[in-house]
Structures are given as C-alpha cells and as structure tokens.
C-alpha cells in the first residue's frame, strides 16, 4: 500500500538517525558504480564443497540494510533484475539480499550530459521498484513509500502518512527537471526488432569500433549474464559466479570450437535486442534503465542512443 | 585559426586525397560524438571525411582496430605511439604494409578525463610518427618527466613492501572487465590465457590475487612490445594505475637489450630474439 | 544465516556412478548409469523425454546432458562426449564414484502432440541420446496409439553409433522402419552408407498425420530441415532439440538466450515453427 509522508530536514535526519541504531544504513549518490553490485555482486560463492564426501553447504547472510540517495536508475535494477533472477525458480541469493534491502531513492535534480531516462519512457522521479521515494520540495521533502515496513517505521516514530488514492498519479511534479527532447524510438525495436537481425549493413556500422571489452556490461544496472566456476583448494573449494558478458568471445563457444556467435556484429546484435526487443517480450520491461553509463565509460564512446536510432531505420 | 582547426583542414584534405587517389576502402580516424567527446571512427567514403577530426582528447589508440580490416586497403591518421604500435603489428606479421595508407602528423599530447595531460604523454619521447606514407610537418611536443614527481622513481626508491602494499591496493580496483586487453592493439590472441580451462591458468574471480596474475601476466606477454601509448589505462573504468608499471618494464627492457618497441620497421621483437652476449645475471650466478 | 539444500537450485542431489560403458573405439564416448543416493531424490527427479540434466563434479564445474533413460528405469543414463575440461574429468570417473546432477530441466518432446499419429526420428552423432529415451518411452506407452515409427540415425562411423544394442533389437521390431547410416564405407558394414540428409532424402518419409524429430550437429540439423521441408513437412511437425553452451540451466545466467527464449528453459525443444525468425544462434 502506498503512503505518503512530508518530512521537514529534522524529520529526515532523525529518521535516519533512529534507523541506524538498528540496521546499518548507508548513504548512496549517483556514480560510475551501479547500484547492481551491491544487490547482485560481481562475484559470489553459491556454496562451498567437499569432494570427499560431496557436502555441498551454502551459507546466505541475511543483513537488513536501509541505502538512501540513489538515483531512480539505480533503483530500477531491483525490478528489472527482479524480473529474470526471481522467475521460477528464484535465484535464492539475489532473493535473500533484496529481501532484505530497503532503498529510499532520491528524485534527481538535474540531467547529466548521459542521461537519458526521460526518453525511454522514465524519469528521474519514478519509483521504479524502490521501497520510497524522496522529493524535494520547499520546506522539506515528501515522501512516498511502497513498503509496509518502512511505512510502519515511520509511523511508529509519529510521522503522518496520507493514504495514495491513485497509485498511477505522478508525484514528481515540481520536483524533478523536465526537459524538451524527443524520445528515442524505442517502440519499433519492441516490436519489430527480430526484423533487423538479417541486416548485416547495421551490425556491422554499430559494431565497427566496438572493442568488445565488456565495460559497458558490468557498469549497466540491467544486465545480469554470470558465469559459473569452481575452484579448489585440495579436497575442499567452492563454486562460485562472476559477472560475465555476452561481449566476450568465448561466452557462446561450445567445448566442439563452434560458436554461434563468431564476431562482434552478432554480439553486439544479441545486446542490443536482447535489452529492446527480447526482455520485453519475456518480461514487458526493456533492459534499460537509461543512466548513460555505457556512454561514458566506453572507450570507443559507442553511444547507444546513436545505435537506437540507427537500428530504427533497418526496422520492418 | 588555431593549430588544430588547421591540423584538421590537413588531416582532412590528406584524406580525401587518399580515397581519391591511393584507393584506400576505409579510413579510420575520429570524429566529435553528440555529446562532444572525440571517439574512434570508421570514414567509408570521400564525403564522410568531412567528420574526420583529431584532437588531445582522442583517447583511443587507432591501431587496436587495424586488424579486423586487414582484408581491406586501409587509411589511418597517425602520430608517435599510434605509429609505433602500426610498427609492432607489421613487425609481427599482423597486417600488410601494402594495406596501409598512414598519414602521419605531429601530437601535442592527449589529456585524460580531467583534462590533465595523460600520464603516458607527460614523458612521451616520440610526438612524430615514425612511420608514414604522407606526412603533415610539425612540431610534436617531446617531453621529459619532472624527477620530482615521477611515479616510477618514487616506487623504485620504497622497499619492496612498500611497493606490494601499492600494486595490492591498485589490483584491488580491477573487476576484470578485460577493457585494457580489448584496447590494447598489441593484445590481438584469438585465445587469450584467461579464457583457457585446460589448464586452467587462474580464476575469473575479481579478487586481488587474481587480479594480479591477470595484470602481471598480461605486461609480461606485452615485454619488448609495448609502447606505452597509455590506450589501456585510459580504457580502465577503475582508474587502475597501469602506466606505472608499464613504463617500469619498458625501462627493464630498454635496460636490459637496449631496445624500444615500435621504431623501427623490418626488427624482431626483443624478447623475440636473442644474441649471444644477452645479460643472464639473472639466473641467479654470483648471488644475484 | 541460511543453510539452503533443496530450495537452491543451484545445489546438486548426490547421485552414484552404478555402470560405466564406452560406445566407441576410441573411447571418447562413454555411458554412465547414475543411481541417486537418496531413494526421495529419485521419486522427485520426475522428467519426461527431451529433458536434460547438470552433471556436476565439485571442483571441475557441470555440463549439460540429454537424459537417454526411459523415465520409468530406476538409474539415470547419460552418454558423455569427451571434448573439454569438464567432461575429461567426467571421463576419469569409475563404477562407484560419487558426482551431483541437478534437474530435470527444459521443455519435453511435444508427446500430446504425437498421439495418433506417426513418429519420425532423425538423428546424427551423439544427439542421438534423448531420443534413444523418447523412442523406449512412446514403445512402453501404447496406449499413445502411435501409427508407426520411422529411425533414420547416421553417424560418422559405426564405432560412434549410441546404444547399439537398442538399435539391433529396434530393428527386430516390425513397427519401426529403421535406417542406420554412416558416412563412408568402412568394412564390416553391411548397412546403409551416406549423410543423414542425402538419406531423408532419398527416403519415403511423408508428412501425413506425422511428427518428425530431429537432434543432430547444426550442420546436420541445417542441411536436412529442407529436405523435410520439400517432402511436404510444416514448420509445426518437425521439431529439433538444441544445443547450447550453458552455465546455470535455469534460465537466470543468460548465455542459452535466442530471441526472447532460453534454451535451457523454454526449450532445448523446439518446433521448426518457433524458430523461424530467430537468430540462427545454434
């Protein structure tokens, strides 16, 4: 059930105060780093073994904590992540951390020269899967919260919800930047996506400075592609999963030496429609949250924007 | 007008000429991105030269994209390291010398993210390029480092605790996205030793003892051939330290056999090669 | 802290190495007879045919492989190839070793599908494993009313055919019209020589109130769908079992994805019809 609170600066600190007597909280803002590596870590022991007696023990922690001040793309990895790793059967690992994560986003203030949310259908005020919201306002901030606990917390420590009557309503007006642009075509790939994988001409002109090294892929909060390896220390070691990239060359080769995905024109091919076409014909969701990090980490600058526009064009 | 508006009437019109007259297929320069940063580029015709720009925030060293072309008669624009590297990869038999229309200009130097002149460009010794079909003339900038405030005499000078304590700390920031080895043009295996599970050489675990292996392993396999163009610690999103150690090796080799990678065309690679009156101190005669 | 068994699915069920046999000369095929240490296990792992499994051994990693058994066999059969750092260490284990498996994963052969009508199996190679499952099942199952069966399997050689002694007591039987193929002569072979596609073909098999299924490399695979094509099959009556590399088998790591589906999950079974318009990423 939706609330929402008005908390003057007191309000806010006292609250966090409090929290922190008995969870750990942390402070988050926008930066290189996703959120995405706290939720679901670049490595991560899926359980220990013996091989002696093939015991296989997992130990998952499962530690309350409440992050505040992350930007709304950040927050949107819990729900876009959530909509793979959760399906049946659910991933008991990202499961337990996200069971046990509280986000309060922050409403952004302004648009970095990457960011571009507001043109595929987000905003840099949207909930997008965080437990609340923070916006602020003249004399203070409101706040809008969509977790039972939290919203207990703050009423046990007499702040006075208002109940949402429509759930679907925007909250950020006045509070977040809206800016003139066109939005990025994104509707022709979810629909007619598949029809671009024939033409050669586009994956090749998207492809043709990419070095294949994977940033973009480990800094993006939607993607989730791991690998899984065992190491061992004599009769004892673990199986583990790293953050892997559907970039890499050899992330499709088969132990025969086929790979179905020779060059970096299909790879680059399987991200992008991966992200626009097929996760939302699994899930609804595109696989973007819109934060730019690809841009801006990638060394050849390939600006996906630039690659969605292009791929429009080649759409039937 | 100012010195790189006019570098790029000439890169440009050198260009031209070059899809006109020398029958190059494509070019590979740069051109200004929308957000206006300057980022590696394909030119497939005369008219897209128009775009075609370099200046010192060209981060990216050309040469890593040379090799998925090579089929091709290419075109570049090239100054010192970028021209260096080309040497490297026609020294080992990468590509043709008969596939490649270079034209050369002079550098001032590129800058990092902060604008501050990148670390490989602070003490760079070659601005011009060494190896061209046309050339623009100029003054490239060759610069010597300020003793006072280089890294590599500072850590030669701390003890070798001091000095594990410094690169543990810098491999602790590695995630092992393999961006250095992608901008690389030198790192060019079809198969590289960390994608190999038999054996299995180490694990893909970004931890700090993993990290390392993948680090030093990689610099080794990069000895009497790199040329410090500085692609790879501009690549890494984690701000890893690598020039450091990367100028540390090559003041080893240059050391040790008197060689620089990348100057000059028809050599072997130093550790390619050997001569008889090697050092070999370090096999560990006379107490060494 | 949680200590998580069953409700991970990332964790393996204790499985026995029961009976070891090579189906080649060359040994690079072997045959595994798998009993579960756990009699609850073997009552839980409920599969059909066309499902697969992750065989896993701590400290090498898991692979992928077909289920040959007949679902209503107490042991659990795999036929193991032997190309890469998993399965050479698959290759070390003897009668009596201990090793993990985890599933049953994947979709089935569509078996409602097949009632009433008849059944055309076509395979290559050692793809040939979940099929060898999905022809003893529908024989145990008469009451599926299958009209008839045809068997058309090829291998590079006879030493690589799988289960060899299934395919001679198939022969025996009248409802199956079977032809066993390799590649080129080789002496002692008395059978039919050529590739599998030349042989569909050259073959009388016809679409009428038929299933065609077929396993086999991709190349096999792209060469003989046209010929099924132009003998009159749909894209709804032929159906293939893919092949992909793949880590976790439940559709969370992401490396089987083709389109909007996983192989791992949404297949490895899938019919001609549900491909057309995908990346040809197999």
Not at chain 2, 32 to 60: M, N, R
Not at chain 3, 235 to 254: A, F, H, N, W
Request: glycine share 8%.
């Amino acid at each position: 059930m939706m609330r929402f609170f008005k908390l003057t600066q007191q309000d806010w600190e006292k609250f966090l105060q409090h929290q922190s007597t008995q969870i750990a909280v942390v402070s988050m803002e926008k930066s290189k780093h996703p959120f995405k590596h706290i939720l679901f870590p670049p490595h991560e022991t899926l359980f220990y073994f013996r091989k002696d007696t093939h015991k296989e023990l997992s130990e998952i922690k499962e530690n309350k904590v409440l992050y505040y001040g992350l930007p709304p793309c950040d927050a949107k990895t819990i729900q876009l992540l959530g909509l793979n790793l959760l399906a049946d059967p659910a991933d008991p690992y990202f499961q337990t951390i996200r069971d046990n994560t509280v986000i309060i986003s922050k409403a952004c203030d302004h648009f970095e020269p990457n960011c571009f949310c507001d043109q595929i259908g987000g905003s840099p005020g949207a909930l997008n899967g965080a437990s609340a919201i923070l916006y602020t306002v003249e004399d203070g901030f409101h706040l809008l919260v969509n977790h039972d606990w939290l919203s207990e917390q703050l009423v046990q420590m007499n702040f006075i919800p208002s109940e949402v009557e429509n759930e679907k309503a925007d909250f950020s007006k006045g509070s977040v930047p809206v800016r003139e642009i066109k939005p990025l075509p994104i509707d022709h790939l979810r629909e007619k996506g598949l029809s671009t994988i024939s033409k050669t001409a586009l994956w090749e002109k998207v492809s043709a400075t990419c070095l294949a090294c994977g940033i973009c892929t480990f800094l993006c909060p939607a993607c989730y592609c791991f690998d899984i390896q065992d190491i061992s220390f004599g009769r004892v070691g673990k199986r583990e999963r790293t953050y892997d990239s559907c970039l890499f060359s050899i992330y499709t080769t088969e132990a025969s030496g086929h790979n179905p995905r020779p060059t970096i024109k299909e790879r680059w091919r399987q991200r992008l429609l991966h992200k626009f076409t097929y996760y939302p014909m699994q899930y609804g969701e595109i696989g973007c949250t819109g934060c730019g990090r690809c841009i801006s980490e990638c060394p050849s600058h390939i600006d996906i924007r630039e690659v969605i526009r292009d791929a429009e064009q080649y759409c039937e | 007008m100012n010195p790189i508006d006019h570098l790029n009437n000439q890169l440009r019109e050198l260009a031209r000429k070059a899809f006109q007259d020398n029958g190059i297929e494509l070019l590979i320069g740069y051109q200004k991105g929308e957000d206006g940063i300057t980022k590696p580029a394909i030119f497939y015709s005369f008219e897209q030269v128009d775009l075609l720009i370099w200046d010192q925030q060209a981060s990216f060293n050309l040469a890593s994209l040379v090799r998925r072309f090579r089929d091709k008669k290419i075109g570049m624009i090239a100054q010192g390291c970028v021209s260096r590297s080309l040497v490297v990869l026609l020294n080992e038999g990468q590509i043709n010398r008969n596939n490649l229309f270079i034209i050369g200009f002079p550098c001032q130097g590129v800058v990092d993210r902060n604008q501050q002149l990148h670390s490989a460009c602070i003490d760079c010794q070659h601005p011009l390029p060494v190896i061209q079909d046309c050339l623009i003339e100029g003054d490239g900038i060759a610069r010597q480092s300020d003793p006072a405030n280089d890294l590599v005499i500072e850590l030669n000078n701390q003890s070798q605790s001091e000095r594990m304590a410094f690169f543990s700390q810098e491999m602790k920031k590695c995630i092992r996205c393999y961006a250095c080895r992608q901008a690389c043009p030198m790192c060019y295996c079809d198969v590289c030793f960390v994608d190999i599970n038999k054996p299995l050489w180490l694990a893909r675990t970004p931890d700090q003892q993993n990290n390392s292996v993948w680090n030093l392993t990689r610099m080794q396999h990069l000895a009497g051939r790199c040329v410090a163009c500085g692609a790879c610690d501009r690549a890494c999103p984690e701000g890893v330290n690598l020039m450091v150690y990367l100028k540390k090796m090559n003041q080893v080799v240059k050391e040790l056999y008197g060689y620089s990678a990348g100057l000059h065309l028809g050599e072997k690679p130093a550790l390619n090669a050997f001569q008889p009156n090697d050092p070999d101190f370090f096999w560990g005669k006379e107490g060494v | 802290m949680r200590n998580n068994t069953v409700s991970n699915p990332y964790m393996t069920l204790p499985v026995r190495i029961a009976k070891v046999s090579f189906e080649s000369e060359d040994r690079s095929l072997k045959t595994l007879e798998l009993q579960f240490i756990n009699e609850s296990d073997r009552k839980q792992f409920q599969f059909l045919p066309g499902q697969f499994l992750e065989f896993s051994i701590p400290g090498k990693g898991e692979s992928p492989f077909g289920i040959a058994s007949n679902p209503s066999e107490e042991i659990i059969r795999i036929t193991v190839n032997r190309t890469g750092f998993v399965t050479e260490a698959i290759h070390q284990l003897e009668v009596g070793d201990f090793a993990g498996i985890r599933g049953p994963f994947g979709n089935t052969y569509p078996l409602a599908l097949m009632k009433q009508k008849r059944v055309s199996i076509i395979s290559g190679g050692f793809a040939f494993t979940t099929l060898a499952s999905l022809l003893d099942y529908l024989l145990e199952h008469e009451e599926f009313g299958i009209t008839g069966y045809d068997l058309i399997y090829g291998a590079r050689n006879p030493g690589m055919l799988l289960y060899k002694s299934k395919l001679d007591q198939w022969k025996g039987n009248p409802k199956i019209r079977s032809i066993i193929t390799i590649d080129k002569e080789a002496s002692g072979w008395t059978g039919t020589t050529g590739f599998v596609p030349t042989v569909v073909e050259q073959s009388d098999l016809q679409p009428n109130q038929a299933i065609a299924v077929i396993c086999g490399p991709p190349i096999m695979i792209k060469l003989t769908l046209p010929k099924l094509v132009e003998k009159g099959f749909q894209t709804d009556q032929v159906y293939t079992s893919l092949e992909r590399r793949m880590k976790c088998g439940i559709g969370k790591c992401g490396r089987c994805n083709i389109g909007p589906y996983y192989v791992c999950k949404d297949g490895p079974v899938f019919s001609l019809q549900q491909l057309e318009g995908l990346p040809a990423e197999y």
